[in-house]
């Protein structure tokens, strides 16, 4: 959301002269790979789970939610 927001933002400045065309490109870049590292915590994530439920002999879905 951050880095949505810092895109934008550059847009807007790069729109009324005030920002640079690399500027942009650089936080697209950063969005992207925010957006690859959350999908890759996630999958650890969904990983570790599918190992803890197994090793209790529990269903994933029985496992209580992670929160933090």
């Not at 790069?14 to 790979?33: C, H, W, Y």
């Not at 650890?44 to 002999?57: K, N, P």
């Amino acid at each position: 959301a951050i880095a949505g927001k810092s895109t934008d933002i550059s847009k807007q400045l790069t729109a009324a002269g005030e920002g640079s065309k690399l500027d942009v490109l650089q936080l697209q870049i950063e969005q992207r790979r925010a957006f690859a590292a959350q999908a890759n915590a996630e999958q650890v994530l969904y990983g570790q789970r599918e190992q803890l439920s197994a090793r209790m002999g529990i269903p994933v879905e029985q496992l209580p939610p992670v929160v933090g």
